[in-house]
């Protein structure tokens, strides 16, 4: 059984429509990713698992359907997702924004935020500062890092990436990487840099115009004519 | 939301919390310089200045902003756990102190007063859960008339309970005077000002050092982002009101003795707990308090020392000060600027 | 929507509107002095709630001292009214650098009324483009609750808290009519007028450029509308609305006085502004209605009778609004557009786009 299945997933903000029938899996313990030009939809599809977009279909989490509880439901069934934008709270410090990662997860906050710092060692040093002085880099890591002390079963993330430089882009990818393989996370990832993604994701599907347009393997997307001309760019 | 990201702070810089520590000093001394320098032009205007009279208006002009301070205090709460203005705290605010008064027909002052609290606290977060609950998403001006509304009801409830006839109010203080460094102050004021004083303390402790105080504050900062870690962002709500219910109930008992209880005691009040919060920063804590003490000198100073506002225009002359302020500094004192993003 | 359907649609308001007039012109016949007295007051009220209807619900500007307008409006018709003699009679010597006649009618004190609050009006809409939306809120409570005490301070003008008699005035053509009669067409053809006049301005230009600053400044600067010149004239004409209100209300009332005018009625107008709906012009008509009668049957509710209604008639008003804000957002007036899209349409939407204000 997957971890997460969408089946027919309509999604709505007001009266404009942004999926028009999605459907995806995501087994435990995989990384897909969900790529896509500005407007396809990934964001959407992130926002209406966590509940924060209306939606019509089926969502299933672990079995369970989630479809239209809650977002704090959502999250307490450990899903963390860290939002496009972030989503850290500014005027609280690092340290509060960790903090607020355990209020409602799964681990002792004591032993996550150890296993945290591990990752982001940054984060000792820059204790007391307010989120919203970080650089970007280090508050996409502080987002990445709230996250996981929640100790989630499924990690999302919306285009990490943006605004950072590549060399932090690198670096963060490579943390999850090494978080799906020592911690076997499962990780669902939205992506405009297609060609990172796929370096880390074992699967992924491509969205357009609010469906799904391609889906499969990495080495499959990267060898997909349309895939390669229009999100790889050879 | 998205953060702009700014480089990091150089190592040397000072820490934040020696840095509120320089500017609130900074602030203080600013203001008894400030303070003594009208105290100087007004020997010069006035014929009958003392300075003892002086620093004795001071001082019960401090107690009067402290009331106001309170109930700023409850209004920014709620503005910025919401974004809602909350026109009923005045009445919600006048209602527990009449079940206090109640209830001291049966006990002595002080638990009456701490149960006054909790019952306070109670009904200040089932108000938020069944009113405005289902109004919190709509636009600005429905939460306005609900508000008005509640302002409304709580005033008839008020004169149908307990009839509208106006009633004396014990206070803990005794009304004696007492003499400190030549100028004769009120124990009643000073009482005020203590009590409002340990609120503000045991107010910010909570903010600052517990578990959920840092949920409530994240919940101000973004209710999404709190909802995606799992926060039950309803009740955060819900606490908020019911503290600024209990910021309302302190305020009422405090202003009872003097302004004595009847159903509308807290409108002016909260006419001028409006002004200060604004004054201050609608989105500010500190603001708030500092708007209602600098609103609660002001008035005073002008009232005596005016002749043209006198004891009748003080009102409308504290809402000019007020208005030149925002005209200049549209955010108040403490507030943070709006950025239009498109 | 076929031709026939759109045609019904553009008729509806119209017809509506000649209706109206018919019920004006006939209904005195059957009514006592009092409730004509009632229906003048729904006139005035309509007309001062257009006002308000124009700066809150098209501009989107909330104010909550509109009452301030009104009571401008009425001391101004009054000091108009009685002119310097009749002010002498009351031992009220106004400074001399007001000009002030030898006591003027009301077709000439309404609309100098009008001009003279909306002047003020204009005066207050340039200071209220510095301040958002709490503080402008703030600043206009501020002018409500100062207005009755400015009034009674400067009693040499006003009259203090002793207020101006004035008095009623005639029957004009020799018409067979009471006075009350005469005075609830003289409201009603004003009222008729400034309905009009708001007709006009809000479906020409300046109505589209109100309500594109409204649903978004921002976006409005970048299609070329100066807000500030719009968000101030709103607020004249506003005012200027108000100001007619008011001093059909000393006419018709023939005493004005600070404590007619708290702070109090300008919150309950922009209440009745918002449940008779805003951003509609039929909003202002049922907002009147309910300004005017709401009180009345607080106090004795037709279906249920409690004492409790006889005793808290405030509690009554105030659940009322609550629940009213609940069940329809967008007020009595888009709840009956809706409806008529349901007929037609099949569906029915509870909140009205005109209800989302920033």
Do not use: C
């Not at chain 1, 990934?42 to 509880?69: D, P, Q, V, W």
Request: zero cysteines; aromatic letters at 10%.
């Amino acid at each position: 059984m997957p971890l997460l299945e969408l089946k027919d997933v309509h999604a709505r903000y007001g009266p404009i429509r942004a999926l028009h029938g999605v459907s995806l899996t995501v087994d435990e313990g995989e990384v897909v990713a969900i790529l896509g030009a500005n407007g396809a939809g990934k964001t959407t599809t992130l926002r209406s698992i966590s509940s924060m977009a209306r939606t019509s279909g089926e969502i299933r989490y672990g079995g369970k359907r989630i479809a239209r509880r809650s977002p704090e439901y959502v999250a307490r069934q450990g899903v963390a997702h860290v939002p496009e934008g972030r989503g850290l709270f500014p005027e609280l410090t690092v340290w509060e924004n960790l903090r607020m990662g355990g209020v409602a997860g799964r681990g002792a906050f004591e032993t996550e935020v150890k296993r945290v710092m591990g990752y982001f060692p940054w984060i000792e040093r820059r204790r007391d500062q307010p989120a919203a002085t970080l650089s970007g880099g280090e508050q996409q890591m502080l987002a990445l890092g709230r996250a996981l002390v929640s100790r989630p079963r499924l990690l999302m993330l919306d285009e990490p990436s943006l605004g950072l430089a590549p060399t932090i882009v690198r670096e963060l990818f490579a943390t999850v990487k090494r978080l799906n393989e020592e911690e076997s996370l499962t990780v669902l990832v939205v992506e405009q840099n297609a060609t990172i993604a796929l370096e880390v994701a074992s699967r992924a599907y491509v969205l357009e115009v609010g469906k799904v347009a391609v889906e499969g393997t990495s080495d499959e997307l990267r060898r997909h004519e349309g895939v390669r001309k229009s999100y790889l760019g050879y | 939301m998205a953060i702009p990201a700014r480089p990091a702070l150089p190592a040397l810089d000072v820490s934040p919390a020696v840095r509120t520590l320089i500017l609130g000093l900074g602030g203080f001394l600013g203001s008894i310089a400030a303070l003594v320098l009208i105290g100087l032009v007004l020997t010069q205007t006035e014929e009958a200045f003392t300075w003892s009279g002086y620093w004795q208006q001071v001082v019960s002009g401090l107690a009067q902003g402290a009331i106001f301070a309170s109930l700023a205090l409850a209004l920014v709460l709620i503005y910025r756990a919401t974004d809602i203005l909350n026109f009923a705290q005045g009445e919600m605010a006048t209602f527990t102190t009449y079940i206090a008064w109640s209830l001291m027909n049966h006990m002595s002052y002080w638990p009456a007063f701490a149960l006054t609290l909790v019952l306070a606290f109670i009904g200040g977060a089932a108000i938020e859960r069944t009113i405005i609950r289902p109004v919190e998403h709509r636009p600005e001006i429905v939460v306005v008339i609900v508000t008005i509304g509640l302002l409304i009801a709580l005033n008839g409830l008020v004169a149908w309970i307990w009839n509208p006839e106006v009633k004396a109010f014990d206070s803990p203080f005794p009304n004696r005077t007492t003499e400190i460094g030549g100028v004769v102050v009120a124990i009643q004021d000073l009482g005020v000002l203590g009590v409002t004083l340990v609120t503000v303390i045991l107010l910010w402790a909570f903010f600052r050092f517990t578990a959920l105080g840092l949920v409530m504050r994240a919940v101000a900062n973004s209710q999404d982002a709190s909802r995606l870690l799992g926060v039950r962002v309803g009740w955060m709500l819900a606490l908020g009101w019911g503290l600024a219910a209990v910021l309302g109930a302190i305020a009422g008992m405090m202003a009872a003795p003097s302004v004595f209880l009847d159903p509308n005691m807290m409108l002016i009040i909260l006419i001028y707990s409006f002004a200060a919060a604004v004054l201050g920063g609608i989105d500010s804590p500190v603001g708030a308090i500092v708007g209602g003490l600098v609103l609660g000198v002001l008035i005073n100073l002008l009232g005596t020392y005016v002749d043209f506002i006198g004891g009748d225009l003080r009102l409308p002359a504290a809402l000019v000060v007020l208005l030149i302020v925002l005209l200049i500094r549209p955010q108040g004192l403490f507030g943070h600027k709006v950025v239009r993003r498109v | 929507m076929n031709v026939v359907d759109r045609n019904l649609g553009r008729a509806i308001g119209p017809a509506l509107f000649l209706a109206a007039a018919v019920l004006v012109i006939l209904l005195p016949r059957f009514m006592g002095e009092f409730r004509l007295l009632q229906f003048t007051l729904v006139a005035i009220y309509v007309i001062a709630l257009l006002g308000l209807n124009i700066l809150t619900g098209y501009s989107g500007q909330i104010s909550l001292g509109h009452g301030a307008f009104v009571g401008v409006g009425a001391y101004t018709a009054a000091l108009l009214s009685l002119g310097r003699p009749g002010l002498e009679a009351f031992q009220l010597d106004p400074p001399s650098w007001i000009p002030l006649g030898d006591g003027m009618r009301p077709i000439f004190t309404i609309p100098i009324a009008a001009l003279v609050t909306g002047l003020f009006g204009l005066l207050i809409g340039v200071p209220a483009l510095r301040l958002g939306g709490i503080s402008l809120a703030l600043a206009t409570l501020a002018i409500a609750v100062s207005f009755p005490i400015v009034m009674k301070r400067f009693a040499e003008v006003t009259g203090g808290g002793g207020g101006i008699n004035l008095n009623l005035p005639e029957t004009p053509f020799g018409w067979d009519i009471s006075t009350r009669h005469w005075l609830f067409y003289e409201a009603w053809v004003t009222a008729g007028i400034v309905f009009l006049a708001a007709w006009l301005l809000t479906r020409g230009r300046i109505g589209r450029a109100w309500r594109a600053i409204r649903d978004g400044e921002v976006a409005a600067v970048s299609s070329g509308v100066n807000p500030a010149l719009y968000k101030t004239f709103a607020f004249g004409v506003s005012a200027a609305f108000a100001g007619a209100a008011g001093a059909l209300l000393a006419i018709e009332t023939a005493y004005v006085n600070p404590d007619t005018f708290p702070v109090g009625i300008s919150i309950l107008l922009l209440a009745s502004a918002v449940i008779g709906g805003l951003g509609s012009l039929a909003g202002a008509v049922f907002g009147a209605l309910l300004y005017v009668f709401l009180p009345i049957y607080a106090q004795k509710p037709p279906i249920f009778s409690f004492e409790f209604a006889d005793q808290a008639p405030g509690v009554v008003f105030g659940v009322f609004l609550i629940v009213i804000m609940l069940l329809l957002p967008g007020g009595v007036a888009h709840f009956f557009r809706a409806l008529v899209v349901a007929a037609r349409t099949g569906r029915f939407r509870r909140r009205s786009r005109t209800s989302e204000l920033a």
